[in-house]
């Protein structure tokens, strides 16, 4: 059974780079029935999704982020990252791995999540 | 881009039923999913597809679609159905951009 933990700092200062690890356990990442995604949610706020990338490469990003993300996949550690750059305070969230089954376009495996803060 | 849009609170008795609704032009053309998020935890999938539950979810609940609205029912709720339910989907524009809806807040009184 997939599961889904996410990792990094917790505390990012305005206008760095926010970087988030996702480790994928119980079975690979090159599967091909899945994209691996990023979604965040601000305190008291609802979901928003940052954007998805398929085992081969391929990236799809929320047009609202794109010029400030890169999500990338290891297959290697069997991890895939987000980077979003020039983060502001607008950017504390808790950020969210998930896999979508490429079949019926479901996230159907979270992780836990993890708070990032943007604070001096 | 295209958007989601959800009721923001909905109320239902115990054991009676209520319906969430999810409207967006990207909905006649692709299924929407729905989770359930309980405070503090991450979202699950409750129904993805033209009606289907994942294996753990109670057949109380239920999905459907017509025109630019995609629905959730909750037949029977119970109190642990307490929660915030999103919707999701394929943003009109295609090449599997997403979107979530903007959420809606089930009390079971």
């Known amino acids: 059974q997939l599961q889904l933990q996410e990792s990094g700092p917790g505390l990012v200062k305005p206008s760095e780079t926010l970087s988030l690890t996702c480790t994928v356990s119980?079975?690979?990442?090159?599967?091909?029935?899945?994209?691996w995604g990023w979604i965040r949610q601000p305190p008291g706020k609802g979901l928003e999704w940052i954007g998805s990338i398929y085992y081969s490469g391929s990236t799809y990003y929320n047009p609202s982020l794109k010029s400030r993300v890169t999500i990338s996949v290891d297959t290697s550690k069997n991890q895939f990252s987000l980077k979003l750059s020039s983060v502001t305070a607008a950017d504390t969230a808790v950020y969210y791995c998930?896999?979508?089954?490429?079949?019926?376009?479901?996230?159907?495996?979270w992780g836990q999540g993890t708070m990032v803060t943007v604070s001096s | 881009s295209s958007e989601l849009t959800q009721d923001p609170a909905v109320s239902v008795a115990l054991g009676q039923t209520v319906r969430i609704t999810c409207q967006g032009d990207s909905l006649r053309s692709y299924y929407a999913s729905w989770y359930q998020q309980k405070p503090g935890q991450a979202p699950v999938l409750v129904i993805y597809?033209?009606?289907n539950r994942p294996s753990g979810i109670p057949d109380r609940f239920s999905g459907s679609s017509s025109g630019n609205t995609a629905s959730l029912t909750i037949t029977g709720a119970q109190a642990e159905d307490e929660a915030d339910y999103y919707c999701n989907s394929r943003d009109s524009s295609g090449n599997h951009l997403k979107v979530f809806g903007t959420g809606t807040k089930v009390t079971v009184l």
């Open positions: 998930a896999g979508e089954d490429g079949g019926w376009e479901a996230f159907d495996i």
């Open positions: 597809g033209k009606n």
């Open positions: 119980g079975g690979s990442i090159s599967s091909s029935s899945y994209y």
